[in-house]
């Protein structure tokens, strides 16, 4: 809109000598009327001193009667004049344009130009109106600025949307591959390896976590520039956090012969409140790059407190080393995006140039600061501030302390505890281990029938038992619903759950959970936690748990620690033998259905079944099935299907070795052949050769076993199958797994492991 081309005129007619004007007009009329009546008044007196005779009188008083109704007629008009006169100017001149001035500038007030006074009056009622005509056009001009603003923000918005989705994207199909290389590689260094091998696969370990550390710190940039990342605001012990620092670091110190040195101040509070994770990604960052950057001398990590104001709590802390060092300039460029000291830095040392970024814009949202100071030559210190709060550790009631000497048969007795756990399995085995320790237990599936049981009238539990991920209604949403009729002193829960990160516990407590247990289940820690929120009902009496049950012997399982699983289970082989059994019937199949919904595009379902299959293999210790189904369950989880589809056949062919183990089992098989023939009719000779084909790795084994399949599936339909389709595939390990059951069967003794 082009702009006035002249500023408002100033007034050159005032109102006020207007409404001067208009008056003393007005008022000419009635001064006319008083005017003649005074010289009427005059003219009778001068009359009347005349001694007028009788017809002179009633002359003079037509004259005075035509005279008042003139001087009525006139005073009236004049009176009339003035009134209309009067309001024309009110009402036309002055009340519509005050009106028009009042809605324009309503309008104004909320934001809308409106329309142009077009007031050209050359008095202060015209002035006022081309002032704010002048305003409108300014208000103008700003509208179509903003809208231009708007528009760009939304784009410069829009664009940064691009570039997270691009780096998700990208970082998704690097993830991809690289969470197959971490994966496998992982399962190979738990299996035996020459010892170059292992130290070739190790070198490709710590590269893959390398690049999987870069791709994080992109992806963590991007979420801070976006305004993506939000902070735990947890419990936290500071002793864990130097802890995990420690771990880390001491050992890259110890390769490169350097000096490291923890200086922590005891006056700080064993528990703080804020995000434990930032926190050691920060301290770990400036650590690494002291390490990094460091050849010779030491690395000084010091921290100490200073309580805030607003109870809070402020941490300084120092990462000194005597390493390169910087000058001025390159500290200025210091903490710019993608930018190191100089190029032959990054050339020399290596890295992307966003970690210190990463810790400054961390600091930030801690609401702390971070600066460094650098000599060339002599090393650089980086110190930096965050607030954060007096922690707490975690609640208890009580200060019970169990001693695992105390943990006996009867520790929970008289307890009704109610256990919502949807793995029938995993039911069974707590069910079981409950109600060994006195308790009396009531299982429910799912968080829906844990709802309803304590809804029940005639129900009253001491405690709920809580599993996280559950059909229907998960035991956060459960908790929740039954807080809202019991507190948490009135009914206890506690979660159950195989992840066992801070930040689920955290969860699980701002669900209304009074207390966390990580799967496996460890019986001395149950009963602690249980006895912390509920005291037993009954006198605890009776023996130590036994750690042995019965003389059953269970057969030697290959890829299980059944002393390890014994020992979980309170030393009960019978409940070991089982909960083995059961799996062997309701867990065969578990791989493939897990492949079956990822096939069907249900990643959810997916991920709680691998979950699921992940706490029944910690149970058992089955190492190699619960890092598979964990690796699974961990892609799904970060919402990597593709990399899931990777790394199933790990877990698949994990399934397979576990199935076969499980077949060394003694008693029914599943899906076994009754009618088949006795074992002494199995052809023990052929199987023998056949076993010695497989540990040769020969290809003869194909045929040595079709000259034997017809026997074999007489016998055992299921076992043959798995062993036809082993041979099929070349598994000669498998195949070798799938040996170890039908030599048992022949009544062969079987000593020699599977490599």
Not at 204 to 229: P, R, Y
Not at 481 to 498: F, G, N, W
Request: glycine share 6%; proline share 5%.
């Amino acid at each position: 809109m082009p702009a006035p081309s002249t500023a408002p005129s100033q007034a050159t007619h005032s109102i006020t000598t207007q409404l001067r004007l208009a008056i003393l007009a007005l008022l000419l009329p009635l001064l006319l009327t008083a005017g003649l009546a005074i010289w009427g008044y005059q003219y009778v007196l001068q009359r009347l001193a005349s001694q007028p005779d009788a017809r002179q009188l009633a002359a003079l008083l037509r004259l005075l009667d035509q005279g008042s109704a003139v001087l009525c007629f006139v005073a009236l008009s004049g009176l009339l004049l003035t009134l209309g006169v009067a309001y024309y100017y009110v009402e036309r001149v002055l009340g519509s344009r005050l009106r028009q001035l009042a809605r324009a500038m309503q309008q104004m007030q909320q934001g809308e130009p409106g329309q142009a006074l077009a007031d050209t009056h050359p008095d202060e009622l015209g002035c006022m109106a081309q002032s704010l005509d002048a305003f409108r056009h300014v208000m103008l001009q700003l509208n179509e600025k903003t809208d231009a603003l708007h528009m760009a923000k939304e784009a410069s918005e829009a664009a940064t949307r691009a570039k997270s989705d691009f780096l998700a994207n990208m970082s998704h199909e690097i993830r991809t591959p690289l969470t197959a290389v971490l994966g496998y590689t992982h399962l190979t260094l738990d299996s035996s390896l020459q010892p170059e091998q292992r130290e070739n696969l190790q070198k490709v370990d710590a590269a893959a976590k390398t690049l999987l550390g870069v791709i994080n710190d992109i992806l963590d940039f991007s979420k801070i520039e976006a305004g993506k990342l939000v902070l735990e605001n947890v419990s936290f012990a500071l002793s864990d956090v130097i802890r995990n620092l420690e771990d880390i670091i001491r050992m890259q110190a110890a390769q490169k012969k350097l000096m490291l040195t923890l200086d922590i101040d005891p006056s700080i509070p064993s528990w703080l409140r804020g995000d434990p994770l930032r926190l050691g990604q920060i301290l770990l960052n400036l650590s690494n790059n002291a390490l990094k950057f460091t050849e010779h001398g030491q690395v000084r990590i010091a921290i100490h407190g200073q309580p805030g104001p607003d109870q809070g709590y402020t941490l300084h802390c120092a990462v000194s080393d005597t390493g390169i060092g910087m000058t001025p300039a390159q500290v200025d460029r210091l903490f710019q995006s993608f930018s190191q000291a100089d190029t032959s830095t990054t050339r020399r040392f290596g890295g992307s140039g966003l970690g210190l970024v990463i810790c400054r814009q961390l600091v930030q949202l801690m609401h702390g600061e971070i600066r460094v100071t650098s000599v060339p030559g002599e090393g650089s210190t980086f110190r930096f501030s965050v607030r954060l709060h007096p922690g707490e550790p975690p609640a208890s009631p009580a200060d019970t302390q169990l001693a695992p000497s105390l943990i006996h048969d009867q520790a929970l007795a008289g307890l009704y505890l109610l256990l919502a756990e949807d793995n029938e399995l995993l039911q069974e085995f707590e069910c079981h281990l409950l109600r060994s320790l006195g308790a009396r237990v009531e299982a429910v599936s799912n968080g829906q029938q844990a709802i309803a049981a304590t809804r029940h009238p005639n129900k009253r539990f001491d405690a709920i038992l809580m599993d996280i991920q559950m059909p229907q209604i998960d035991g956060l949403l459960a908790t929740r619903h039954i807080r809202q009729q019991y507190s948490a002193s009135q009914l206890p829960i506690i979660a159950m759950t195989a992840h066992a990160m801070e930040s689920e516990r955290q969860r699980s407590l701002d669900a209304g959970m009074n207390d966390h247990l990580s799967k496996p289940i460890n019986p001395e820690a149950l009963v602690t936690t249980l006895l912390r929120w509920v005291a037993p009902k009954a006198a605890a009496k009776g023996k130590t748990m036994p750690i042995t049950e019965s003389p059953l012997t269970l057969p030697e399982l290959p890829g299980f620690d059944l002393q390890a699983a014994q020992q979980q289970l309170g030393g009960k082989t019978s409940l070991l033998y089982k909960l083995l059994l059961r799996m062997r019937q309701d867990y065969a199949q578990a791989a493939q259905q897990i492949q079956a919904t990822l096939d069907a595009g249900q990643p959810q379902e997916a991920m709680r079944l691998a979950h699921s299959l992940k706490g029944v293999a910690a149970t058992l210790h089955i190492a190699q099935l619960q890092k598979a189904a964990a690796s699974v369950e961990l892609a799904l989880a970060n919402g990597d299907s593709e990399g899931a589809d990777i790394l199933m056949p790990a877990l698949l062919r994990a399934m397979e070795e576990t199935n076969a183990s499980l077949a060394l089992l003694p008693g029914i098989q599943p899906a076994q052949n009754t009618e088949g023939a006795p074992a002494g009719s199995l052809p023990l000779a052929a199987l023998q050769t056949l076993d010695q084909l497989l540990r040769e790795r020969n290809i003869r084994a194909k045929r040595a076993y079709h000259e034997i399949a017809s026997q074999l599936d007489s016998y055992d339909t299921t076992a043959n199958q798995r062993l036809a389709d082993a041979l099929q595939a070349l598994d000669f390990i498998s195949a070798r797994h799938q040996m170890l059951y039908w030599l048992q069967q022949a009544g062969a003794p079987v000593d020699e492991p599977v490599r």
